[in-house]
């Protein structure tokens, strides 16, 4: 059997070179959220009361927001150099991929169809029937708590924890480390970042080429340096 049985990703800065689809919504709309994402890295807001804030921003400013409009904020976002290939590799070899992200459903469902990868998990707003944006649903991925899907992941397919990796670019990733199984701190999104990896002593991996992440993982060199 496989020393690895399945990789868990985040998805933004990590299988997509943008920090923060809900920050492509931001950009859209000229607003920012500084102050609330400190208080939520902090701990100190939920991820509902985080989602709810930021959608409020946005209708306050513009009533009526559809669906295609929210989509159009994410255009030109790339796929993270070599995702594409370490995502087909591991599927070769018959590793189970997910996506568990506390970003925009929408895009992190594209991205997922994109790579075609076997599970993901993401955060979502609500529509009325004519796609207009309502607000934000509730949470579905607990961004201080990503291992509770880790850990559904490996009960409803049986994986063995200790051969379960997890990639992330945030402190927060840090919490899809379930007892036993592993964790990689890549492209770290900024200083918070970084130094929960170093404390936790974490492999880091700041060049933001996915292939990268193959060496700690199968202590062997990527197999194809075509993306």
């Not at 400013?61 to 995702?83: N, T, Y």
Request: one cysteine or more; proline letters at 3%.
């Amino acid at each position: 059997m496989s020393e690895v049985q399945a990789v868990v990703f985040d998805c933004d800065g990590v299988l997509v070179n943008c920090g923060s689809s809900w920050q492509m919504i931001h950009n859209h709309f000229g607003t920012e959220n500084y102050a609330m994402l400190e208080k939520f890295l902090n701990k100190e807001i939920t991820d509902d009361e985080f989602m709810a804030n930021d959608v409020g921003m946005w209708l306050k400013l513009q009533p009526e927001i559809h669906l295609d409009e929210i989509m159009r904020c994410f255009s030109g976002v790339k796929l993270m150099p070599g995702a594409r290939a370490v995502i087909e590799e591991l599927q070769n070899r018959g590793i189970y991929v997910a996506i568990v992200s506390s970003g925009v459903a929408r895009f992190i469902g594209t991205i997922a169809h994109m790579l075609k990868v076997d599970d993901w998990a993401a955060n979502d707003f609500s529509w009325d029937d004519e796609g207009y944006l309502l607000g934000a649903a509730p949470s579905k991925v607990n961004s201080h708590d990503k291992g509770l899907m880790v850990t559904k992941l490996a009960i409803i397919n049986g994986f063995d924890t200790t051969k379960i990796w997890s990639v992330g670019d945030s402190s927060t990733d840090l919490s899809m480390k379930i007892p036993g199984s592993h964790f990689i701190g890549f492209n770290p999104a900024r200083e918070r970042a970084k130094d929960a990896f170093i404390a936790a002593e974490v492999p880091i991996i700041e060049d933001r080429n996915l292939t990268q992440i193959w060496s700690t993982i199968f202590n062997e060199s990527f197999p194809n340096t075509i993306d």
